[in-house]
Every structure is written in structure tokens, then in C-alpha cells.
């Protein structure tokens, strides 16, 4: 698989979390040379409102169109400070998730760059509504980050596996950013036990293969940087994933939100969305759409 980074789409509500998030693209830029497009969108105006007061109307476009030139000129500020040029921005009311989706697939981005939260209360509560909406339809990896302000540096990258079907996809996406990064990589399985001994040992069997074919491929491309294999206990697999990766200080998570069955398309990516709830590691999230990668 060749993955390459060219198009950066950085999706900002303005809110804390979402600056942080343009830190996070400004690094990726750089270190794949591509370039940022900036998307904010506007809320979206009530039918209702057309029929029951039309002689709003003319008010609340007024209104709108103030809204539209101060997010521009916003972002003009931004960019002005940062010394930053974005390639384009993108500014129009609607759905936040199903704009910034419909921005990626029109532009063809190579990656989204978002924060979890944002400005609204209701969405801390339901885990940034608008960043599980973009990653159950993306057509490009999404990288959702926290509110820890930190100076972004990718130098240990933790890929949390199930062995699941999809996951020698996931595994090429991680070798990818390690290899840009000069990140080392470590494969985790996380071991939701239930007292049964076998379970470990087939567990660690199937990570040895892992880690076997990556060694395997470490060596026919000559990668400079480690990878290593664990396994851990837990009564969580999300919280395990989580506490492994803040304990040990790793910099991105990189997990999927693939379904593996058909019962898990009606929880779509739980573990993954429970990760990017709790994790204030940023997490380099595959939707469904780059199993056709």
C-alpha cells in the first residue's frame, strides 16, 4: 500500500481543541510537504424559520453573512500569525460532519485533522457527535486530538491489535507514519481476561506471527526503527489501550474503526471511539472508507 500526504484538511469550530488540532496538521504538513485546507462551518439556518418568519428573512441573512466574513476573517488572523498560508478555506453552513466529509471527498484530502470536542456542552457528553460522524464516513484517515496543548512530536507510535481481517491495513498505515517519523512502533494486544489460560497463549502465538512478519519487512525495506510486540491484561480493552499509552508515553495511537462483522456495524468502531473519548494521546483513526485503499 502506498499512502503518501499531500492534502491536509483541518476542520476548526474556533474552539480550543480544534487550534490544538491545527498544531497537529501544521506537523504533518511539514513533514509530508503537503499542503492544509481550512473548513469551518456555519450553523445551519431552520426551515421552520422560512415559513413561520419570512419577514426575518432578510435580517437573519444579514446576520449570516456577518457570521461568514467574521470566520474569515478569523482565519486570516490565524494564518497571518502563524505565518501559515492554507492552500484554500472553506466556510458554509450545514451539517458539520457531513460537510467536512463532503470537503474531503471534493477535495480529495489525504487526511483530516480535527478535534474531538468542540465548543458545544451537548457534544462533550456524546463524545464530539461531529467527530464520530466524520470518521464513520470519511473517505481519508482522521486524526483527532485532545485539548493537552503539547509541541507535537511523533516518536513512539502504539497500533492496539485484535487480530482482526483489516489489520494488515491498519499495520501499513502505522509503517507508513513511522517511517516518515522515524517512529518506533509497538504492536499491543490487550487481553480482556476471563481466568482462561489458553486465551493468553494463543493470543501471544498469534502477536509472535505479527511481529515475525514485521521483522520480515523491517529488514526487505530497511527501515530504520524498532518494532516490538506486548500483550497486557485488562478489564477494559479501550481503557487498557489508553493507560498503556499514557504510561509509557507514546505520542499517536493509530487504530481502526473498520466493522468486522455484522453485529459490529451496529456498534461501528466502539473500541476506537472509546479510545478517542478518554485518550488525550491523539489517535490516527481509519474509517471503513480506507479498506478500499
Known amino acids: 500500500m502506498k499512502y503518501s500526504i499531500k492534502k491536509i484538511l483541518w476542520a476548526t469550530d474556533f474552539s480550543p481543541e480544534s487550534a490544538n488540532a491545527l498544531t497537529y496538521a501544521e506537523y504533518f504538513a511539514r513533514k509530508f510537504d503537503a499542503r492544509?485546507?481550512?473548513?469551518?462551518?456555519?450553523?445551519?439556518?431552520?426551515?421552520g424559520l422560512f415559513e413561520s418568519r419570512p419577514a426575518m428573512l432578510e435580517d437573519i441573512y444579514e446576520q449570516?453573512?456577518?457570521?461568514?466574513?467574521?470566520?474569515?476573517?478569523?482565519?486570516?488572523?490565524?494564518?497571518?500569525?502563524?505565518?501559515?498560508?492554507?492552500?484554500?478555506?472553506?466556510?458554509?453552513?450545514?451539517?458539520?460532519?457531513?460537510?467536512?466529509?463532503?470537503a474531503a471527498e471534493k477535495e480529495k484530502a489525504?487526511?483530516?485533522?480535527?478535534?474531538?470536542?468542540?465548543?458545544?456542552?451537548?457534544?462533550?457528553?456524546?463524545?464530539g457527535s461531529v467527530a464520530n460522524g466524520v470518521l464513520r464516513h470519511s473517505p481519508a484517515p482522521v486524526l483527532v486530538v485532545g485539548k493537552k496543548r503539547t509541541r507535537p512530536a511523533i516518536r513512539k507510535i502504539l497500533v492496539p491489535?485484535?487480530?482482526?481481517?483489516?489489520e494488515e491495513i491498519e499495520r501499513d498505515f502505522a509503517w507508513t507514519l513511522a517511517s516518515a517519523f522515524k517512529a518506533d512502533l509497538t504492536i499491543v494486544n490487550v487481553l480482556v481476561l476471563?481466568?482462561?489460560?489458553?486465551?493468553?497463549?494463543?493470543?501471544?502465538?498469534?502477536?509472535?506471527?505479527?511481529?515475525?512478519?514485521?521483522?520480515?519487512?523491517?529488514?526487505?525495506?530497511k527501515k530504520e526503527f524498532s518494532v516490538t510486540e506486548d500483550v497486557v491484561a485488562a478489564a477494559n480493552a479501550a481503557a487498557g489501550i489508553v493507560n498503556?499509552?499514557?504510561?509509557?508515553?507514546?505520542?499517536?495511537i493509530t487504530m481502526s474503526s473498520m466493522?468486522?462483522?455484522?453485529?459490529?456495524?451496529?456498534?461501528?468502531?466502539?473500541?476506537?471511539?472509546?479510545?478517542?473519548?478518554?485518550?488525550d494521546v491523539p489517535v490516527f483513526?481509519?474509517?471503513?472508507?480506507?479498506?478500499?485503499?
Open 285 to 293: 483513526a481509519l474509517p471503513p472508507g480506507c479498506s478500499k485503499e
Open 36 to 47: 492544509i485546507i481550512a473548513v469551518h462551518v456555519l450553523p445551519e439556518l431552520d426551515p
Open 244 to 252: 498503556y499509552a499514557e504510561l509509557n508515553k507514546y505520542d499517536l
Open 161 to 166: 491489535t485484535d487480530f482482526s481481517p483489516h
Open 64 to 102: 449570516a453573512g456577518i457570521k461568514l466574513g467574521q470566520a474569515r476573517k478569523r482565519l486570516e488572523t490565524l494564518a497571518s500569525r502563524k505565518s501559515l498560508r492554507f492552500q484554500k478555506v472553506i466556510i458554509d453552513p450545514g451539517s458539520p460532519a457531513k460537510m467536512i466529509v463532503e
Open 110 to 127: 489525504d487526511l483530516i485533522v480535527m478535534g474531538k470536542t468542540g465548543l458545544s456542552g451537548l457534544e462533550k457528553v456524546f463524545l
Open 194 to 221: 476471563h481466568d482462561y489460560r489458553v486465551q493468553a497463549e494463543y493470543s501471544e502465538s498469534l502477536l509472535r506471527e505479527v511481529l515475525d512478519r514485521l521483522k520480515a519487512r523491517k529488514a526487505r525495506e
Open 259 to 279: 466493522a468486522h462483522s455484522k453485529l459490529s456495524r451496529l456498534f461501528l468502531g466502539s473500541n476506537t471511539e472509546r479510545v478517542i473519548s478518554i485518550s
